[in-house]
Structure formats: C-alpha cells, structure tokens
C-alpha cells in the first residue's frame, strides 16, 4: 500500500506542465460508492484538463459479526473536450479492505475458552474510467460535480492475522488453528474482506467543492 501510495503521488504531480505562473488550486469534499467519503485537492490545469487527488474510504462498520474497514488513496486526470463542465476521466488508486471477528476458541486440551481476533487485510489497486460535469472550474468559487463509472481492480493481496486477546495464550496458537471455531472464523473473515477487495463496483460520485 505505500509503495502503491508512493506511485499515485508521483503521477499526480508528473501531470503538471512547467509554467511561470501559479495553477489553481482548491479542495473538494466527495460522496459515493465504492468509497463513501472523500477529501480531495483540486486543481485546473489548462482550459481542457483538471486532476486531483485524494483520501477516502469508510471508518469501520459492522457486517453481521464481521468488522469492516476502507481506506483509499487516488490520483485522477479529467480531459475536458468542449473546455466546459463536461469530461471523460480516469483514476489510478490503491485501497485496503480490513475485515476482522472476534471468535471464541475451545480447546479441550488443555481445557480452556480463548477470545481469538482473526483479521485478513486486501490490499490492491485500481483503474476507474469515468465521466461526469464538474461545474465552476472556469474561476475561483464554488465546484459542483457528478461523476459515474466503474473501478476495475487488480494486484489484490492478502495477509492474514491471528490474534489471542489475552496475550498469555500466543504459545497456543497452533492449537488454536486446529479448532472448528477458528477455520469459520477464519472462512467467515475471508469471505467479507474479499467479496469487497476483489469484484468489480461500479463508480458514483457527487462532489462539492471551492476553487481558489
């Protein structure tokens, strides 16, 4: 994730051509799906290109026992053909999908009940071709856009953790592992994370925003 962080980064900033005067610049704030919330600075280019880039994701939430978490980090290049609000954009961006529950392990040998976190982590990239209007990047002010979509992901990586809460039991991990408990926490955990990480979602956006 930080070396992909690292990549977007760098892209965003190559996107600025050499100039002696200064590039308009602003912040914008976004709602939509797959990244419900999102922070972005803007900036206009020319007359028939804009980007920005921008932090999101969604603080964690509850599906059924399994906790959930998104974070993502995107650089973005808007082509404006008409000089207008209207553009055909894309979107380089790397996320994480952090899906975690909490199982109680029993073990019969030695006989005892430990709370175990199961954790799996997806890390992966994506490309969002898109659309949309974007009004008020012809002067300083309020920005006002809807964008629409589809993020197409790849390089997915998993890491897996497992966790005693009580660290006294870490020495009993390999026991732990064996128990049917542990394989539904495990299976459940890995399921959740990867139906987000790993499947096509298509891009909704409405953002608001100022222009300085």
Same mark, same amino acid.
């Given at each position: 994730? &930080? &070396?992909?962080? &690292?990549?977007?980064?760098?892209?965003?900033?190559?996107?600025?051509?050499?100039?002696?005067?200064?590039? %308009? *610049?602003?912040?914008?704030?976004?709602?939509?799906?797959?990244?419900p919330l999102n922070l972005a600075l803007e900036?206009?280019?020319?007359?028939?290109?804009? =980007?920005?880039?921008?932090?999101?994701?969604?603080?964690?939430?509850?599906?059924?026992?399994?906790?959930?978490?998104?974070?993502?980090?995107?650089? &973005?290049?808007?082509?404006?053909?008409?000089?207008?609000?209207?553009?055909?954009?894309?979107?380089?961006?790397?996320?994480?999908?952090?899906?975690?529950?909490?199982? !109680?392990?029993? *073990?019969?040998?030695?006989?005892?009940?430990?709370?175990?976190?199961?954790?799996?982590?997806?890390?992966?990239?994506?490309?969002? %071709?898109?659309?949309?209007?974007?009004?008020?990047?012809?002067?300083?002010?309020?920005?006002? =856009?809807?964008?629409?979509?589809?993020?197409? %992901?790849?390089?997915?990586?998993s890491s897996l953790e497992i966790r005693p809460? !009580? %660290?006294?039991?870490?020495?009993?991990?390999?026991?732990?592992?064996?128990?049917?408990?542990?394989?539904?926490?495990?299976?459940?955990?890995?399921?959740?994370?990867?139906?987000?990480?790993?499947?096509v979602f298509p891009y909704v956006a409405i953002?608001?925003?100022?222009?300085?």
């Amino acid at each position: 994730m &930080r &070396r992909a962080s &690292r990549v977007v980064i760098s892209l965003f900033l190559l996107s600025y051509p050499l100039s002696s005067h200064a590039v %308009p *610049l602003g912040g914008s704030f976004s709602a939509g799906l797959p990244h419900p919330l999102n922070l972005a600075l803007e900036a206009r280019v020319s007359e028939t290109f804009s =980007g920005s880039i921008s932090l999101g994701g969604l603080p964690t939430v509850h599906q059924q026992e399994v906790a959930l978490s998104l974070s993502t980090l995107n650089a &973005r290049g808007r082509w404006h053909p008409f000089s207008g609000a209207f553009f055909l954009g894309g979107i380089l961006g790397a996320q994480k999908i952090k899906g975690s529950m909490t199982e !109680d392990v029993v *073990l019969t040998s030695p006989s005892v009940v430990i709370p175990t976190t199961v954790s799996l982590a997806v890390n992966n990239l994506y490309l969002t %071709p898109h659309l949309g209007w974007l009004w008020g990047l012809n002067a300083p002010g309020l920005l006002f =856009g809807v964008e629409a979509g589809v993020q197409l %992901p790849f390089g997915a990586r998993s890491s897996l953790e497992i966790r005693p809460e !009580d %660290p006294a039991y870490l020495l009993l991990l390999p026991l732990i592992q064996a128990t049917p408990e542990y394989q539904k926490a495990e299976s459940d955990v890995e399921t959740a994370a990867n139906r987000v990480g790993k499947l096509v979602f298509p891009y909704v956006a409405i953002r608001l925003g100022w222009l300085f």
